[in-house]
């Protein structure tokens, strides 16, 4: 970067404020689950463990929690298959009607989240699935499935098709092909992909609000219908959960494929 | 035997068959369907979107009959008047689109910065920390983060302690129409800068070394080079942005403690409070409509900016 002192002046500004925005409910978050007290005060009353001693007790918490895990699950295992060959499909080939099958594509992004949800609703209630956690993975992979799909292209475009015909050339077969040339090509992509629709099926709350019921509640949900009431750390301390795998696939991301990915140019 | 086994793995030995199987089902004859045959369990699966729209429009169309709480068989545009018509609804959706287009201008107004200073550091350590600390709150859900909003601004909370502790009296800092634009613009932030990163990427540095050498301060650098060359970033965050905040349910609901409505909750009430499910069902409707004129009109107008898929670059 270049440039006269002024625009540093400007620009740092405009970053420190948005650098404050966007960290401050993270280290509060932090800060308010190692309070000693029973609410949350400033200054703090004293560093304690408490309040992750009695989360860790709660079995309706850790309960939730799993079920979470589990959605996200099942939402990655479905996405990464079908955005797969959907991003190598679109990136490779020229379909027909590719404008109005990207636009099809884009609906899970251009259908607001509460259409969606509400139409999954009425489709899972329809079938008698509501109530279950499957269709829940599986909301959750539709809705965040353009993630997938535009990740796998991102890493695609930069496949050479001419490494594809000389393996065919050397006598590979289609499969092969596909499995030894163009899947490693578009790996970071996959992992990419992957750890996005992990980590957001894994904070998915109002599709989540919309198809479970208190039987089958999901984490997320569980926070939003406790925050209601007074303030109190142990939400803090579950939510410390969130921040603790928000840090994991940040620092996974890092490590698979390197977050400067999303900076480069389509 | 032994030897021809080495000579031919395992490994092969599945491939083989595997290939055989695939050439069974999807012979070379078909392969210029194959790309189709890829994208098919996308569309599929995308298409339960489409199956709970109509659901929606069918639901939309039926009436609740107030005295046997039971839905009319027969269809009529009765819930599309009374959506058009109440008050509460017309101020709902007002609140809403006022909010996207703020919470849009002012997203974009901190993302453009934070992007710039991201693409364009030469030291490697800033552009990580400026990263993580962008991925962090990105991969911590809306309700988490909303929580921290309230301990920092509620009632009770940190700067009101703080404010009471130099002997100024509380301020009503959430629960206002201030704080769900402040909830959302940073919820926002990280859709927009990672949106416009790579259009910022796309412009060479070059360009800007040359403006100024041509005798343009970076003021007038940015608005005739950088932002004019930025635009498929602008658009493609623009978009986001404006529809996420438009037909978002969390910071209102948790920011905006009941008294900030956005459609989306209105949406929700229908359903789960009046239990007036074809009226909901119509608001869902509208709404869908309206994000997709929004976007329609915006990518008529300016193509799909980063938001483009595929081959084809907009």
Redesign the interface.
């Known amino acids: 970067?270049?440039?006269?002192r002024?625009?540093s002046i400007?620009?740092?500004t405009?970053?420190t404020?948005?650098?404050v925005?966007?960290?401050?409910?993270?280290i509060?978050?932090l800060g308010?689950s190692f309070t000693g007290g029973n609410?949350?005060?400033?200054p703090p009353d004293g560093l304690s463990l408490r309040w992750y001693a009695r989360i860790s007790q709660a079995s309706d918490l850790r309960n939730a929690f799993l079920r979470t895990l589990q959605v996200a699950t099942i939402c990655t295992i479905?996405a990464i298959?079908?955005?797969t060959?959907?991003g190598?499909?679109?990136?490779?080939?020229?379909?027909r009607f590719?404008?109005t099958?990207?636009i099809?594509?884009?609906?899970?992004?251009?259908?607001?989240?509460?259409?969606?949800g509400?139409?999954?609703?009425?489709?899972f209630g329809?079938a008698g699935i509501l109530g279950q956690l499957w269709p829940v993975g599986?909301a959750c992979?539709?809705?965040n499935?353009?993630f997938m799909?535009?990740a796998v292209?991102a890493s695609a475009?930069g496949l050479d098709p001419d490494l594809e015909l000389a393996a065919a050339n050397c006598g590979a077969?289609?499969?092969?092909v596909f499995?030894s040339v163009t899947l490693p090509a578009v790996m970071p992509g996959v992992i990419t992909g992957s750890l996005l629709m992990f980590?957001l099926a894994?904070?998915?709350?109002?599709v989540s609000?919309?198809l479970v019921d208190a039987r089958i509640v999901t984490l997320?949900v569980l926070?939003?219908n406790s925050?209601r009431s007074i303030?109190t750390p142990d939400?803090?301390a579950i939510?410390v959960v969130?921040?603790a795998?928000?840090?994991v696939?940040?620092f996974l991301?890092?490590r698979l494929v390197g977050?400067?990915i999303?900076?480069?140019?389509? | 035997m032994r030897a021809a086994r080495t000579a031919y793995p395992l490994k092969w030995r599945v491939?083989d068959a595997?290939?055989g199987v695939?050439?069974a089902i999807w012979p070379a004859r078909f392969r210029r369907a194959?790309?189709?045959l890829?994208?098919l369990?996308?569309?599929l699966?995308?298409g339960?979107?489409?199956?709970?729209?109509i659901?929606?429009a069918d639901?939309s169309l039926r009436t609740l009959d107030t005295t046997t709480f039971q839905f009319s068989d027969n269809y009529s545009i009765a819930n599309f008047r009374r959506a058009l018509t109440e008050p509460l609804f017309l101020v709902v959706a007002q609140r809403s689109l006022i909010a996207a287009l703020i919470v849009t201008a002012m997203t974009l107004?901190?993302?453009f910065?934070?992007a710039?200073?991201?693409?364009?550091?030469?030291s490697p350590g800033l552009?990580?920390f400026?990263?993580?600390?962008?991925?962090?709150?990105?991969?911590?859900?809306?309700?988490?983060?909303?929580?921290?909003?309230?301990?920092?601004l509620?009632n009770?909370?940190?700067v009101n302690?703080?404010l009471g502790l130099v002997g100024v009296a509380p301020m009503r800092l959430i629960y206002n129409y201030p704080a769900v634009l402040?909830g959302l613009?940073?919820y926002m932030?990280?859709f927009a800068v990672?949106m416009l990163?790579?259009?910022l990427?796309?412009i060479p540095?070059e360009l800007?070394?040359a403006a100024?050498s041509l005798g343009a301060?970076?003021v007038r650098t940015f608005i005739h080079v950088v932002l004019p060359l930025a635009r498929p970033g602008f658009i493609g965050a623009g978009v986001?942005v404006l529809?996420l905040s438009?037909?978002d349910?969390?910071v209102p609901?948790?920011l905006g403690g009941g008294s900030q409505d956005f459609?989306?909750n209105a949406?929700?009430d229908q359903?789960f409070r009046t239990s007036d499910q074809g009226l909901?069902?119509t608001l869902?409707?509208m709404?869908?409509a309206l994000?997709?004129i929004l976007?329609g009109l915006v990518f008529a107008l300016f193509g799909a900016g980063?938001?483009?898929?595929?081959?084809?670059?907009a």
Not at chain 1, 202 to 206: I, K, P, V, Y
Not at chain 2, 306 to 313: E, F, V, Y
């Open positions: 970067m270049s440039g006269s002024s625009k400007v620009l740092w405009l970053v404020i948005a650098l925005t966007l960290s401050a409910p993270t509060v978050v308010a609410i949350i005060t400033f479905v298959p079908v955005g060959l959907a190598i499909a679109l990136a490779k080939y020229a379909v590719e404008k099958i990207q099809y594509l884009l609906l899970p992004f251009t259908i607001p989240l509460i259409g969606s509400i139409g999954l609703m009425l489709i329809k599986i992979c539709v809705i499935l353009p799909i535009w292209t475009t077969p289609p499969l092969q499995f980590i894994l904070n998915e709350f109002l609000l919309l997320p926070i939003y925050i303030i939400l803090a939510s969130f921040i795998c928000s840090a696939a940040v991301l890092d977050l400067d999303f900076l480069k140019s389509k | 491939m595997l290939e695939a050439a194959t790309p189709y890829m994208l369990p996308a569309v699966l995308v339960l979107l489409v199956l709970g729209l659901q929606i639901a107004v901190f993302a910065p934070y710039y200073l991201m693409v364009r550091t030469r552009r990580k400026l990263l993580i600390a962008l991925f962090l709150p990105f991969f911590i859900g809306q309700v988490v983060r909303a929580y921290g909003w309230l301990i920092i509620g009770q909370g940190m302690e703080a402040f613009v940073q932030l990280p990672l990163a790579p259009a990427t796309a540095e800007e070394a100024g301060n970076w986001v529809t438009l037909t349910f969390a609901a948790i459609i989306a949406i929700y359903f909901g069902a869902a409707l709404l869908v994000g997709s976007v980063t938001l483009a898929m595929g081959r084809s670059r």
